[in-house]
């Protein structure tokens, strides 16, 4: 793995927008996708991710399967009225599309170690399907790869989707004004409809209830519905009460097991389970129990806010932010490689469970947020 440098198209930022990728710059004209030069990896490497990532998989689905037989859903802060609907979700094996595992690279060990599990609400999945698959053919033409698969496992797994929607209609739906949300939420839409489902997009804000059923603003019933934003949002919107009592029992995507799985509770629940696996960091809840370089996470910290990591039991850097009263976790310290450009983690895309894609965020930082930026990569 190393990187490697080209001359960027001095148009590219066109480029970009031109494909719908409109948030390749903040609003400082800091750039979050980078262009200049990318990750270099070997086949026998996106071998590995591609196996850690099964094999994490299957253990995720053990982990959720024993955290629902032992009911511990005060551990995941999940309230009372939610745990039923979870059971039902779990037990009629509703329909989950994707998920993004994070990892590190530990150059101590040589072993890739898992972060956390995006498992709900996964974003950059567009500029890693599209635009760094682009971005490649730009450059390279069909001389090079990448490990990406992510466009056409997305519609191949919609197609199979297809046959288990309960209406006719597929719903999708996120915030209003929400640039990065909205590019994501009409690119899992359009894949969708490329697989032959009829879809409709929503705002939060415009789901109805009708007494029995929600239903969207032409008063027509949702069965099923895409959400791009998290279940521990949606468990306190003012319908939120009639998701496990709506009378044609919608489908929600992702299903609400999988808000286990996106917190950060389940890194203790899998190490317990599987105490010293390679692919685990060893985690704990509340206190460190012994470590004294860890990492302090909130069980539903987004984007790097409120963590807190610990040197030799000192606070070396932290992040400010919304979370922390629902509790933490903390697990020991990985070592964060470096390639001169800054701390880099790997995502790795999960899409109709089979592994499917890789991103590398790449942060000045040790801890990685919504300022990191996106480096695509080849396969050399």
Same mark, same amino acid.
């Given at each position: 793995?190393?990187?490697?440098?080209?001359?960027?198209?001095?148009?590219?930022?066109?480029?970009?927008?031109?494909?719908?990728?409109?948030?390749?710059?903040?609003?400082?004209?800091?750039?979050?996708?980078?262009?200049?030069?990318?990750?270099?990896?070997?086949?026998?490497?996106?071998?590995?991710?591609?196996?850690?990532?099964?094999?994490?998989?299957?253990?995720?689905?053990?982990?959720?399967?024993?955290?629902?037989?032992?009911?511990?859903?005060?551990?995941?802060?999940?309230?009372?009225?939610?745990?039923?609907?979870?059971?039902?979700?779990?037990?009629?094996? $509703?329909?989950?599309? *994707?998920?993004? &595992?994070?990892?590190?690279?530990? #150059?101590?060990?040589? +072993?890739?170690?898992?972060? /956390?599990?995006?498992?709900?609400?996964?974003?950059?999945?567009?500029?890693?399907?599209?635009?760094?698959?682009?971005?490649?053919?730009?450059?390279?033409?069909?001389?090079?790869?990448?490990?990406?698969?992510?466009?056409?496992?997305?519609?191949?797994?919609?197609?199979?989707?297809?046959?288990?929607?309960?209406?006719?209609?597929?719903?999708?739906?996120?915030?209003?004004?929400?640039?990065?949300?909205?590019?994501?939420?009409?690119?899992?839409?359009?894949?969708?409809?490329?697989?032959?489902?009829?879809?409709?997009?929503?705002?939060?804000?415009?789901?109805?209830?009708?007494?029995?059923?929600?239903?969207?603003?032409?008063?027509?019933?949702?069965?099923?519905?895409?959400?791009?934003?998290?279940? $521990?949002?949606?468990? *306190?919107?003012? &319908?939120?009460?009639?998701?496990? #009592?709506?009378?044609? +029992?919608?489908?929600?995507? /992702?299903?609400?097991?999988?808000?286990?799985?996106?917190?950060?509770?389940?890194?203790?629940?899998?190490?317990?389970?599987?105490?010293?696996?390679?692919?685990?960091?060893?985690?704990?809840?509340?206190?460190?129990?012994?470590?004294?370089?860890?990492?302090?996470?909130?069980?539903?910290?987004?984007?790097?806010?409120?963590?807190?990591?610990?040197?030799?039991?000192?606070?070396?850097?932290?992040?400010?932010?919304?979370?922390?009263?629902?509790?933490?976790?903390?697990?020991?310290?990985?070592?964060?490689?470096?390639?001169?450009?800054?701390?880099?983690?790997?995502?790795?895309?999960?899409?109709?469970?089979?592994?499917?894609?890789?991103?590398?965020?790449?942060?000045?930082?040790?801890?990685?947020?919504?300022?990191?930026?996106?480096?695509?990569?080849?396969?050399?």
């Amino acid at each position: 793995m190393q990187i490697k440098h080209l001359t960027a198209d001095s148009n590219w930022k066109n480029r970009l927008e031109q494909h719908g990728f409109g948030y390749h710059t903040d609003e400082n004209n800091i750039p979050y996708w980078v262009e200049g030069y990318y990750y270099s990896i070997s086949e026998s490497f996106a071998d590995e991710v591609y196996a850690a990532t099964s094999d994490l998989w299957d253990m995720c689905l053990k982990a959720v399967d024993h955290v629902i037989t032992h009911k511990l859903y005060d551990q995941f802060q999940i309230p009372l009225f939610f745990h039923e609907h979870i059971e039902r979700s779990w037990e009629n094996d $509703e329909l989950s599309i *994707y998920g993004r &595992f994070d990892f590190v690279y530990d #150059t101590v060990h040589n +072993q890739l170690k898992v972060l /956390e599990f995006n498992a709900d609400t996964p974003t950059s999945l567009y500029e890693t399907g599209v635009v760094q698959w682009q971005w490649m053919n730009t450059y390279f033409g069909n001389s090079k790869d990448q490990f990406n698969s992510v466009h056409d496992r997305l519609i191949e797994t919609w197609k199979k989707a297809k046959e288990h929607l309960k209406g006719s209609t597929l719903h999708f739906s996120c915030l209003r004004e929400t640039l990065e949300d909205l590019t994501n939420i009409e690119y899992l839409r359009d894949c969708a409809i490329q697989a032959g489902i009829q879809t409709k997009l929503i705002y939060i804000d415009d789901i109805g209830w009708d007494g029995e059923t929600f239903t969207d603003l032409e008063d027509e019933v949702i069965t099923d519905i895409f959400k791009l934003y998290p279940w $521990e949002w949606l468990m *306190y919107e003012p &319908f939120a009460l009639h998701i496990p #009592t709506d009378m044609a +029992q919608a489908q929600w995507i /992702e299903p609400s097991w999988k808000m286990i799985l996106s917190n950060k509770a389940i890194l203790p629940i899998l190490w317990q389970l599987f105490p010293n696996h390679p692919l685990l960091l060893e985690s704990y809840f509340d206190e460190p129990k012994g470590m004294r370089d860890y990492v302090k996470k909130p069980l539903l910290s987004r984007e790097g806010a409120n963590v807190t990591l610990y040197l030799n039991n000192q606070i070396v850097e932290a992040t400010k932010g919304d979370y922390g009263e629902e509790g933490y976790i903390c697990q020991v310290l990985a070592n964060l490689p470096q390639l001169g450009k800054g701390y880099f983690i790997l995502g790795s895309w999960l899409i109709g469970q089979e592994p499917c894609g890789l991103t590398f965020r790449e942060s000045d930082r040790r801890i990685t947020t919504d300022k990191s930026r996106f480096v695509p990569h080849i396969i050399e």
